[in-house]
């Protein structure tokens, strides 16, 4: 058989998958699930989303579907909530059936799940200082490298330092007072909190260098310290 006899034998083959596709798709989803867009035999509605801007092509889709309607992503079925009222229903009325999560293979590359490869991956230390950065940006206006020694030397010291808070000799001197008057005994049992305020001062101390009060304030610190100047400037008349 050449080769131009094996051309339609395998139009004729795909076109029946395609088919046997469908209509399996028709006979075990069309009734078990909310209404969506027509699935494409073997993408499914792959083709359907924009995932460059998913809020808007779901906010078009549920436009044309409700706030509760289906996908297929190839042979995955997606169910789409929008809404407060929809979410509610889902997550809080049917919690125990909405709970679990289906496996997701591309996050086994990254460490989850019992196939992943290599090192597992901890996402700890990259929230704790996008988390910071965020808090550095409001209260002080600025943003940390994520290499930055200083920034990572805090990171630190808070850790310790909450370590510190849970800490057995701190729990002895909150119970026997007493002992707070052996000298260093506090500064050494709470010395990363201690280092922490300290590095705090610093930034403060730089931060005061470059604030303008003539100028709106910039972040929380300088609304701080507008304040403080408001209050030295207008003492309370005894």
Same mark, same amino acid.
């Given at each position: 058989?050449?080769?131009?006899?094996?051309?339609?034998l395998?139009?004729?083959?795909?076109?029946?998958?395609?088919?046997?596709?469908?209509?399996?798709r028709?006979?075990?989803?069309?009734?078990r699930?909310?209404?969506?867009?027509?699935?494409?035999p073997?993408?499914?509605?792959?083709?359907?989303?924009?995932?460059?801007?998913?809020?808007?092509?779901?906010d078009?889709l549920?436009?044309?579907?409700?706030?509760?309607?289906?996908?297929?992503?190839?042979?995955t079925?997606?169910?789409?909530l929008?809404?407060?009222?929809?979410v509610r229903?889902?997550?809080?009325?049917?919690g125990? %059936?909405? &709970?679990d999560? *289906?496996?997701v293979?591309?996050?086994?590359?990254?460490?989850?799940?019992?196939?992943?490869? /290599?090192? +597992?991956?901890?996402?700890?230390?990259?929230?704790?200082?996008a988390?910071?950065?965020?808090?550095?940006?409001l209260?002080?206006?600025?943003?940390?490298?994520?290499d930055?020694?200083?920034?990572l030397?805090?990171?630190?010291l808070?850790?310790?330092?909450?370590?510190?808070e849970?800490?057995?000799?701190?729990e002895?001197?909150?119970?026997v007072p007493?002992?707070l008057?052996?000298?260093?005994?506090?500064?050494?049992?709470?010395?990363?909190?201690?280092?922490?305020?300290?590095?705090?001062?610093?930034?403060?101390?730089?931060?005061r260098?470059t604030w %303008?009060? &003539?100028?709106? *304030?910039?972040?929380?610190?300088?609304?701080?310290l507008?304040?403080?100047?408001?209050?030295? /400037?207008? +003492?309370?008349s005894?």
């Amino acid at each position: 058989m050449g080769l131009e006899a094996l051309v339609p034998l395998a139009v004729i083959v795909t076109i029946f998958l395609l088919l046997v596709d469908l209509m399996h798709r028709r006979q075990r989803w069309a009734a078990r699930y909310p209404p969506g867009p027509l699935p494409l035999p073997g993408l499914g509605n792959l083709l359907h989303v924009d995932f460059q801007n998913t809020p808007y092509c779901f906010d078009q889709l549920r436009r044309r579907f409700g706030d509760v309607f289906s996908l297929q992503l190839a042979w995955t079925p997606v169910v789409v909530l929008n809404g407060l009222a929809a979410v509610r229903e889902a997550l809080v009325t049917h919690g125990e %059936d909405t &709970a679990d999560r *289906p496996p997701v293979p591309i996050t086994q590359i990254l460490g989850f799940g019992p196939r992943s490869q /290599g090192r +597992p991956f901890r996402p700890n230390g990259l929230l704790d200082k996008a988390v910071s950065n965020v808090i550095a940006s409001l209260t002080c206006g600025r943003r940390f490298e994520y290499d930055d020694p200083r920034f990572l030397r805090l990171l630190d010291l808070a850790q310790e330092g909450l370590k510190e808070e849970s800490g057995f000799l701190r729990e002895v001197l909150n119970a026997v007072p007493v002992l707070l008057h052996i000298p260093a005994l506090a500064g050494k049992v709470l010395r990363f909190q201690k280092a922490f305020l300290t590095q705090l001062d610093e930034l403060l101390t730089e931060h005061r260098m470059t604030w %303008d009060p &003539a100028q709106p *304030p910039r972040d929380l610190t300088e609304v701080f310290l507008a304040e403080m100047e408001k209050a030295k /400037g207008n +003492p309370e008349s005894s």
